[in-house]
Every structure is written in C-alpha cells, then in structure tokens.
C-alpha cells in the first residue's frame, strides 16, 4: 500500500477537521494556529477531497467537510514512511535520535520509559 501523506498544510487542515468532525473552510480559518487567506484553505480543502482524504455536503451555499480517512491511518502511515526513509526501519534508531534532538522532563522520560515497558508486541500474551 502506497503511503498516505500529506503536506505541511494540509496535515494542519486535517488535524481541525478530525478535531471537529466536520468543518468548513471559515471553520478551519477559525481554528489554524496562523493567518492565512480564505481561498488558501478552500483550495487546500478542494485538494484533500480530490486526493480522497475529506468530503463534503452541501448545506445551503456552504461546504462542510468531513473526513473520509481516521487521523490514526495518516499518522501511522506517515510515521512508517519517516521510518523507513531515515531510520533504516530501526524503531531504536528513531527513539535514540528523538531522545538527542529533544529534551524530556524527568516526568516524559519516566512515561516514555513505562509505555516501553508495558508494551506488548502483537501476538503475544503477558504471563501473569
């Protein structure tokens, strides 16, 4: 399966349609964290739905969107290309190089080291 991903842009629009269900364009201009022109977000908007990523109705005059795919499949998706492009598809690689470039509280750290260990690959039981 080709890997699903999305510009800089358009993984911003996607994020506020997922956080909002559905949305029109005013509604993501309402809701990006920059200013940027109404007819930037509607052509991006038109660009998602034509790549198969959004929809839309019609309620009067107006657009409202919907997302045709969950925000988990782009992550995962996404992140799996990152990994295979730059980590050799090494999840240590990926870990030990997010561990130099950013700095975690004592608190992070300890939750990141608990996800680890509680992790169970798929497939396995615990023996408890």
Known sequence: MKPQ??????????????KLTHATVNDVL????????????????????????????????????QPLVKETEITHSMLNDLLERLFDNSA???????????????????RLQAL?????PEGEETNE
């Open 30 to 65: 309402d809701n990006i964290d920059r200013k940027l022109a109404y007819t930037t977000i509607a052509t991006t908007m038109k660009s998602l739905e034509k790549k198969g990523f959004l929809s839309h109705q019609v309620d009067g005059r107006t657009f409202v969107y």
């Open 92 to 110: 240590e690689k990926l870990v030990n190089t997010l561990l130099e470039v950013r700095q975690t509280s004592p608190d992070e750290h300890n």
């Open 116 to 120: 680890i260990n509680n992790y169970q």
């Open 5 to 18: 991903r999305l510009h800089h842009l358009e993984l911003e629009v996607m994020k506020v349609v997922w």
